[in-house]
C-alpha cells in the first residue's frame, strides 16, 4: 500500500529484517507452524506459548520471593497460564484462592472464560469471575478467580488482608489505572502482616526497576520479616522471551488530518488488498466510533462490491453482554469482521480472527485540574506503551499486522514511552473514600507507587466534607460516610441515593443512577440525528435530563420492556436492559445500608433536590450577558455550555448542575439539570460559604 512504509523500529529482543527490509520479526516468535495451530489442542496450544519454558522458574521465584515480577511480550501466555500454573503447583489447596487481577471489566470475562475453557471446567466453577454489579464464582469451589483491581480493593472493606487468596497476580500493571495504584500500595501493607502473600506484578512494558524498587522490603521494627518465613525481600524480575506470532508494523507515510476518515479508509484498503482475517480499529470512544461504524456501513451500501462482506462492529464498555458477544462470536465464511473498538480492546483481550489491526494513536484520557476542580475527557495521543498492547491484539494465533496511522518518526520521537499513572490526571475524591474506608487515615502518607497531587488531595477532602462523608478529623462520618463508602459508585452518586432516601424519591434517583452508569440510552450515529432528536423530544421534560431519563424508564416499563418500542423511540435497547439490572443491584444494595426505597409521585422537585446534594459542587450560572448560552461554573469561573445532547441545549435556565464535562472545541455540560440556587447553601453550605449570598439570586 503506498500511503503505508513498513517500520524500521528496533524493539528488545533479537530482531530479523525479512528479505524486504524493514519489517520486524521479534525473536523467539512461534514458528511456521501456524497454520496448524487451529487444530492443535488445546494442551499443545499451551505448550506452545513462549511462558511455558518458564513454567518452572516462574513457580520457583514465587515460591522463593514474596513478589515476582514478569515481563513478557503482549501474547506470550502471562495471563492465562501462570495462574494456571499456580493452581496446578498446589497454590490452591486448602481452600485458598488465586486471584488475578485486569485493569478492565472486558478482559476480566474473556480471560476468565478462556482459562476456563482450557481447564475444561464451566465458568464460575473452578474458574470464576468478579466485576461491579456480577459475581461468577462459586464460594468453596470457585480457586482460579479473575476479577478487576476495583473490585479487590472492594473485597478488602469485608476481609482488609484478603486472607482467602494464597497469590495475587496484578496484570496489565503498565496501565497505572487509579485501582492498580491503590491496590499495589495496599498490597505492600498487606505483605508486611502476611509474608506468606505472594504477589506477582506482570505486564509487557511495565517498568519493572521502579516496581522493583518499590516493593523492595524495608526492614521495620516489630514487623514479621520476610526472612524468618524464608523469603527473598528483594523482588525477583523475570523476562519472558518470545511472543506470540510475527506482527508486521507499518506507518502512515504523513501524518492524517482526520484519523477517523484515515481508518475508514485503511479499512476499506485492507478489505480490497489483503487475504481474509479480521480487523480491530482503535478509536477513542462512543461517537467517533459511531461515526466509523456508519461511513464503513455506507461504504457496503453505496459501493457494494469491494466493501461486501464486511460485517461492522462496535465496542465499547457501554454495549450490552449480547452485543458485545458479537465481537467474540466466529466469524461466517467468507466475510471479514471489522471491529471498531475504544481502548477496552487494548489490553489481555484475544480476538481469534483478528489479523489485522488499525492504530488511531489516540484515546479518550482523564484529565483533572485541581485549581479549577475539572475533570475531563480529553482525546489524547497515546504512549508507546499502549501503542504496543495494541498491536499485541495481532498474531495471537496466526500472524497479523498493525497500521499505525501515525509517522514512524512520530513513534520514535514524540511519544512517550508510558501514560500518566491515572492518579496524577484524576480528581481523587473515589480514591480517597476508598482509602479512607480500608481505615488508612493518614492518606497524604500513603505509600503510592506514583503520588497524586497534593492541591488534588486537597480538594477531594474538601468535597468530601462537603458532602458529608468526612468529619471535622477527616474520618468517615457515621452513618452518612459509610454508606456513600459501601455504594460502588462515585461518591456524588452515592449521596445523591442517600438523600433521595430521606426526600422520599429513592425509587426515582435510583433509577437516575442506573441511568448515569451507562454509557448513553440513546441510540446514534451519522444520518439518524434528526430522528433521535424528535424521538428526544417526546420525552423531554423542562427540568432537564435526569427528569428526562425518568419518563424514558417509565415508557420503556409502560411498553412491556419491548425492544420495538425502543427501536421506535432510537433508545438503544441493550442499554436499557442494563440500566434494569444496575437498578435492581443498587436497590438492592441501599437496601442493604438502610435506605428506604420510595416514590414522590412525580414531586420533580424533591427529585432535583436530591441531584443537588451529590453534585451542588457543579453548579454553574447563565452569564447574564451571553448570548450565546455560556455558564461559568460557580466555583471556580469556568466557562462551559450546555451539551448539544442535553434537552437543555439551547434552552439555557438560569441556574444548573451538570453530571459530567466533555471537552472538544469547548467545555460541555452533559446530563444537566434545572436548580433553585438557594437550594446550594442548603446542601453544602461549606462548600458555597464564601459566595456572596446575592451571587445566588
Ligand atoms: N480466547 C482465546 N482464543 C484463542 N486463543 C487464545 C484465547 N485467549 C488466549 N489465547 C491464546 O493464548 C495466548 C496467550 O494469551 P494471554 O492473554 O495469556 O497472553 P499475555 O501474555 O497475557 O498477553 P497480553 O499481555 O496481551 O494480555 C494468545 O496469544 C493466544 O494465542
Same mark, same amino acid.
Not at 512504509?5 to 501456524?34: A, I, M, N, Y
Not at 513454567?55 to 513478589?67: F, K, P, S
Not at 461491579?132 to 483491581?149: A, G, Y
Given at each position: 500500500?503506498?500511503?503505508?512504509?513498513?517500520?524500521?523500529?528496533?524493539?528488545?529482543? #533479537?530482531?530479523?529484517?525479512?528479505?524486504?527490509?524493514?519489517?520486524?520479526?521479534?525473536?523467539?516468535?512461534?514458528?511456521? =507452524?501456524?497454520?496448524?495451530?487451529?487444530?492443535?489442542?488445546?494442551?499443545?496450544?499451551?505448550?506452545?506459548?513462549?511462558?511455558?519454558?518458564?513454567?518452572?522458574?516462574?513457580?520457583?521465584?514465587?515460591?522463593?520471593?514474596?513478589?515476582?515480577?514478569?515481563?513478557?511480550?503482549?501474547?506470550?501466555?502471562?495471563?492465562?497460564?501462570?495462574?494456571?500454573?499456580?493452581?496446578?503447583?498446589?497454590?490452591?489447596? !486448602?481452600?485458598?484462592?488465586?486471584?488475578?487481577?485486569? @485493569?478492565?471489566?472486558?478482559?476480566?470475562?474473556?480471560?476468565?472464560?478462556?482459562?476456563?475453557?482450557?481447564?475444561?471446567?464451566?465458568?464460575?466453577?473452578?474458574?470464576?469471575?468478579?466485576?461491579?454489579?456480577?459475581?461468577?464464582?462459586?464460594?468453596?469451589? +470457585?480457586?482460579?478467580?479473575?476479577?478487576?483491581? $476495583?473490585?479487590?480493593?472492594? &473485597?478488602?472493606?469485608?476481609?482488609?488482608?484478603?486472607?482467602?487468596?494464597?497469590?495475587?497476580?496484578?496484570?496489565?500493571?503498565?496501565?497505572?489505572?487509579?485501582?492498580?495504584?491503590?491496590?499495589?500500595?495496599?498490597?505492600?501493607?498487606?505483605?508486611?502482616?502476611?509474608?506468606?502473600?505472594?504477589?506477582?506484578?506482570?505486564?509487557?512494558?511495565?517498568?519493572?526497576?521502579?516496581?522493583?524498587?518499590?516493593?523492595?522490603?524495608?526492614?521495620?521494627?516489630?514487623?514479621?520479616?520476610?526472612?524468618?518465613?524464608?523469603?527473598?525481600?528483594? @523482588?525477583?524480575?523475570?523476562?519472558?522471551?518470545?511472543?506470540?506470532?510475527?506482527?508486521?508494523?507499518?506507518?502512515?507515510?504523513?501524518?492524517?488530518?482526520?484519523?477517523?476518515?484515515?481508518?475508514? =479508509?485503511?479499512?476499506?484498503?485492507?478489505?480490497?488488498?489483503?487475504?481474509?482475517?479480521?480487523?480491530?480499529?482503535?478509536?477513542?470512544?462512543?461517537?467517533?466510533?459511531?461515526?466509523?461504524?456508519?461511513?464503513?456501513?455506507?461504504?457496503?451500501?453505496?459501493? !457494494?462490491?469491494?466493501?461486501?462482506?464486511?460485517?461492522?462492529?462496535?465496542?465499547?464498555?457501554?454495549? =450490552?453482554?449480547?452485543?458485545?458477544?458479537?465481537?467474540?462470536?466466529?466469524?461466517?465464511?467468507?466475510?471479514?469482521?471489522?471491529?471498531?473498538?475504544?481502548?477496552?480492546?487494548?489490553?489481555?483481550? +484475544?480476538?481469534?480472527?483478528?489479523?489485522?489491526?488499525?492504530?488511531?494513536?489516540? =484515546?479518550?484520557?482523564?484529565?483533572?485540574?485541581?485549581?479549577?476542580?475539572?475533570?475531563?475527557?480529553?482525546?489524547?495521543?497515546?504512549?508507546?506503551?499502549?501503542?504496543?498492547?495494541?498491536?499485541?491484539?495481532?498474531?495471537?494465533?496466526?500472524? $497479523?499486522?498493525?497500521?499505525?496511522?501515525?509517522?514512524? &518518526?512520530?513513534?520514535?520521537?514524540?511519544?512517550?514511552?508510558?501514560?500518566?499513572?491515572?492518579?496524577?490526571?484524576?480528581?481523587?475524591?473515589?480514591?480517597?473514600?476508598?482509602?479512607?474506608?480500608?481505615?488508612?487515615?493518614?492518606?497524604?502518607?500513603?505509600?503510592?507507587?506514583?503520588?497524586?497531587?497534593?492541591?488534588?488531595?486537597?480538594?477531594?477532602?474538601?468535597?468530601?466534607?462537603?458532602?458529608?462523608?468526612?468529619?471535622?478529623?477527616?474520618?468517615?462520618?457515621?452513618? +452518612?460516610?459509610?454508606?456513600?463508602? &459501601?455504594?460502588?459508585?462515585?461518591?456524588?452518586?452515592?449521596?445523591?441515593?442517600?438523600?433521595?432516601?430521606?426526600?422520599?424519591?429513592?425509587?426515582?434517583?435510583?433509577?437516575?443512577?442506573?441511568?448515569?452508569?451507562?454509557?448513553?440510552?440513546?441510540?446514534?450515529?451519522? $444520518?439518524?440525528?434528526?430522528?433521535?432528536?424528535?424521538?428526544?423530544?417526546?420525552?423531554?421534560?423542562?427540568? !432537564?435530563?435526569?427528569?428526562?431519563?425518568?419518563?424514558?424508564?417509565?415508557?420503556?416499563?409502560?411498553? $412491556?420492556?419491548?425492544?420495538?418500542?425502543?427501536?421506535?423511540?432510537?433508545?438503544?435497547?441493550?442499554?436499557?436492559?442494563?440500566?434494569?439490572?444496575?437498578?435492581?443491584?443498587?436497590?438492592?444494595?441501599?437496601?442493604?445500608?438502610?435506605?428506604?426505597?420510595?416514590?414522590?409521585?412525580?414531586?420533580?422537585?424533591?427529585? #432535583?433536590?436530591?441531584?443537588?446534594?451529590?453534585?451542588?459542587?457543579?453548579?454553574?450560572?447563565?452569564?447574564?450577558?451571553?448570548?450565546?448560552?455560556?455558564?461559568?461554573?460557580?466555583? !471556580?469561573?469556568?466557562?462551559?455550555?450546555?451539551?448539544?445532547?442535553?434537552?437543555?441545549?439551547?434552552?439555557? @435556565?438560569?441556574?444548573?448542575?451538570?453530571?459530567?464535562?466533555?471537552?472538544?472545541?469547548?467545555?460541555?455540560?452533559?446530563?444537566?439539570?434545572?436548580?433553585?440556587?438557594?437550594?446550594?447553601? &442548603?446542601?453544602?453550605?461549606?462548600?458555597?460559604?464564601?459566595?456572596?449570598?446575592?451571587?445566588?439570586?
Amino acid at each position: 500500500m503506498s500511503f503505508w512504509k513498513p517500520g524500521t523500529e528496533r524493539p528488545q529482543g #533479537r530482531v530479523v529484517d525479512d528479505e524486504e527490509g524493514g519489517v520486524l520479526f521479534l525473536s523467539g516468535s512461534h514458528s511456521s =507452524s501456524s497454520s496448524s495451530y487451529g487444530y492443535a489442542s488445546i494442551e499443545k496450544q499451551r505448550q506452545r506459548l513462549p511462558v511455558y519454558k518458564y513454567r518452572t522458574a516462574i513457580l520457583y521465584l514465587v515460591e522463593t520471593h514474596a513478589t515476582t515480577i514478569v515481563v513478557g511480550e503482549t501474547g506470550s501466555g502471562k495471563t492465562t497460564q501462570i495462574p494456571q500454573y499456580l493452581k496446578e503447583a498446589g497454590w490452591a489447596a !486448602g481452600g485458598r484462592l488465586i486471584a488475578c487481577t485486569q @485493569p478492565r471489566r472486558l478482559a476480566v470475562q474473556t480471560v476468565a472464560s478462556r482459562v476456563a475453557e482450557e481447564m475444561g471446567v464451566k465458568l464460575g466453577d473452578e474458574v470464576g469471575y468478579t466485576i461491579r454489579f456480577e459475581d461468577v464464582t462459586k464460594p468453596d469451589v +470457585t480457586v482460579l478467580k479473575f476479577l478487576t483491581d $476495583g473490585v479487590l480493593l472492594r &473485597e478488602m472493606m469485608d476481609d482488609p488482608l484478603l486472607t482467602k487468596y494464597s497469590v495475587i497476580m496484578v496484570d496489565e500493571a503498565h496501565e497505572r489505572s487509579i485501582s492498580t495504584d491503590i491496590l499495589l500500595g495496599l498490597l505492600k501493607k498487606i505483605q508486611r502482616r502476611r509474608p506468606e502473600l505472594r504477589l506477582i506484578i506482570s505486564s509487557a512494558t511495565i517498568e519493572a526497576k521502579s516496581m522493583s524498587d518499590f516493593f523492595r522490603m524495608r526492614k521495620k521494627r516489630r514487623e514479621p520479616e520476610n526472612e524468618e518465613h524464608g523469603l527473598e525481600v528483594e @523482588p525477583a524480575i523475570l523476562s519472558v522471551e518470545g511472543r506470540g506470532f510475527n506482527v508486521q508494523i507499518n506507518y502512515a507515510e504523513e501524518p492524517v488530518p482526520d484519523y477517523v476518515q484515515a481508518a475508514v =479508509s485503511t479499512v476499506l484498503l485492507i478489505h480490497e488488498r489483503e487475504p481474509t482475517g479480521d480487523v480491530l480499529l482503535f478509536l477513542t470512544g462512543q461517537d467517533d466510533i459511531d461515526a466509523a461504524v456508519q461511513l464503513l456501513s455506507d461504504e457496503v451500501q453505496t459501493n !457494494g462490491k469491494q466493501s461486501s462482506g464486511l460485517i461492522v462492529l462496535p465496542l465499547y464498555s457501554g454495549l =450490552s453482554r449480547a452485543e458485545q458477544e458479537l465481537v467474540f462470536s466466529p466469524t461466517p465464511r467468507g466475510k471479514r469482521k471489522v471491529v471498531i473498538s475504544t481502548n477496552i480492546a487494548e489490553t489481555s483481550l +484475544t480476538l481469534e480472527g483478528v489479523v489485522y489491526v488499525v492504530d488511531s494513536g489516540f =484515546s479518550k484520557q482523564r484529565f483533572y485540574n485541581p485549581i479549577s476542580d475539572i475533570e475531563n475527557l480529553v482525546v489524547a495521543p497515546i504512549s508507546k506503551a499502549s501503542a504496543r498492547q495494541r498491536a499485541g491484539r495481532a498474531g495471537r494465533v496466526r500472524p $497479523g499486522k498493525c497500521y499505525r496511522l501515525y509517522t514512524e &518518526e512520530y513513534f520514535l520521537k514524540h511519544m512517550s514511552n508510558e501514560g500518566i499513572p491515572e492518579i496524577q490526571r484524576s480528581n481523587m475524591v473515589s480514591c480517597v473514600i476508598q482509602l479512607k474506608a480500608l481505615g488508612i487515615d493518614n492518606i497524604l502518607g500513603f505509600d503510592w507507587p506514583a503520588s497524586p497531587s497534593p492541591e488534588a488531595m486537597i480538594r477531594a477532602l474538601e468535597i468530601l466534607y462537603s458532602l458529608g462523608v468526612l468529619d471535622d478529623d477527616a474520618k468517615l462520618t457515621s452513618p +452518612t460516610g459509610f454508606q456513600v463508602a &459501601e455504594i460502588p459508585l462515585d461518591p456524588m452518586v452515592s449521596k445523591m441515593i442517600i438523600a433521595s432516601s430521606e426526600l422520599g424519591c429513592s425509587q426515582e434517583i435510583i433509577t437516575i443512577a442506573a441511568v448515569l452508569s451507562v454509557q448513553s440510552i440513546w441510540i446514534s450515529g451519522r $444520518g439518524m440525528q434528526k430522528e433521535s432528536d424528535e424521538a428526544k423530544l417526546r420525552f423531554a421534560a423542562a427540568e !432537564g435530563d435526569h427528569v428526562t431519563f425518568l419518563n424514558i424508564y417509565k415508557g420503556f416499563h409502560q411498553s $412491556g420492556k419491548s425492544s420495538q418500542w425502543c427501536h421506535k423511540n432510537y433508545i438503544n435497547y441493550h442499554a436499557m436492559r442494563k440500566v434494569l439490572e444496575v437498578r435492581d443491584q443498587l436497590k438492592r444494595i441501599a437496601q442493604r445500608i438502610g435506605l428506604v426505597l420510595k416514590s414522590c409521585d412525580g414531586d420533580m422537585q424533591a427529585v #432535583r433536590k436530591a441531584v443537588c446534594a451529590g453534585f451542588f459542587a457543579n453548579a454553574c450560572h447563565l452569564e447574564a450577558y451571553s448570548h450565546n448560552g455560556m455558564y461559568k461554573t460557580l466555583r !471556580g469561573s469556568q466557562e462551559v455550555y450546555i451539551h448539544p445532547s442535553s434537552v437543555l441545549f439551547r434552552v439555557n @435556565p438560569k441556574w444548573v448542575i451538570y453530571n459530567s464535562l466533555v471537552s472538544t472545541d469547548r467545555q460541555y455540560m452533559r446530563n444537566v439539570i434545572t436548580i433553585d440556587p438557594s437550594w446550594l447553601l &442548603e446542601a453544602a453550605p461549606h462548600f458555597y460559604q464564601l459566595l456572596k449570598p446575592d451571587s445566588l439570586h
